[in-house]
């Protein structure tokens, strides 16, 4: 369940409707259905962005739902320290908790509708790990972790955090009130959401009730994605049918439509979507693991100065993960 919901959302700024004679829909271009996987000490993912072409998915390179999954005492799980370089992970944790700490003595806590933002830039050290009350409780647990590129003259741009907590998120309503539309990141509508971003970037979290339909203005400029966290509905002015774990891939135009279906689960009673785009960065990619550089001698230069401690070392607090040096950890 969202954290962040109103009683009324009626009481919120309304999206505005589209112009008919100006704005053009956008349309589908595919649907794709995020395959599961696991990640870290053991934690249950989807992958999002399975099989779809990153030039289409550019300026974004990665993305995982974390759970949906309810626990039980001592199951909860994280992952070990391990490097970034070249990108920004976003986290925005729905339910539960997740602690962060990292190599530069930042971090934090999220929950609750909070996002982290973390900019690895030139590199650092990263740890996720549940809070130990909810290792002991269990509970339910869910969230996203997004990959964002950086463009090449910001890969080695100095590593920094944002933290957003979900009552900084800009709320706004579809015009009957049956979406409400959380905005993150970018703007909808000259509604501007608390994250600052290298790449210009929109990320909303939108809730649509029973046979509600929602239609966003979008920049025309940025390529546009849809992926379902619950709930059953359709995307596009075609009505191509989506539910949880797809991602829509928008075609060019001025805005897009999700609508929910009339009827849906009990455990899902509303449609959940998290609807992201950006600017292209138009450069070349070279991905491996948790560096994502321009060329293939950068990756490889990214593991000789991981390898040499070069990207950070353990704070001392944390050495017994690594031993009493609190050195770097190995690939």
Known sequence: MPAVTVDNPLALPRVPEPNPLTDLP????????????YEGEGFPVRRAFAGVDLRALDPFVHMDQMGEVEYAPGEPKGTPWHPHRGFETVTYMIDGEMAHSDSHGGGGLIGGGDTQWMTAG?????????????????????????????????KFAQPRYQDITGDRVALLSSGDGGALVRVIAGEVAGHAGPGSTYTPITLVHATLSPGASLTLPWRADFNALAYVLNGD????AEKRPIGAGRLAVFGAGDSLTIAAGARQESRSPNLDVYILGGLPIREPIAMYGPFVMNTKAEVVQAFE????GRL??????????????GGPVTA
């Open 26 to 37: 956008r349309p589908v271009v595919s649907v794709t259905t995020a395959p599961t996987g």
């Open 233 to 236: 509905g359709s995307v596009g």
């Open 122 to 154: 030139s590199g650092i050290l990263h740890i996720e790990t549940p809070p130990e009350h909810l290792v002991a409780s269990g509970g339910l647990f869910h969230g996203l972790q997004l990959w964002v590129n950086l463009p090449r003259d910001a």
């Open 312 to 325: 950070g070392r353990i704070p001392a607090a944390h050495a017994d993960v690594a031993g009493a040096d």
């Open 305 to 308: 100065d991981f390898q040499a």
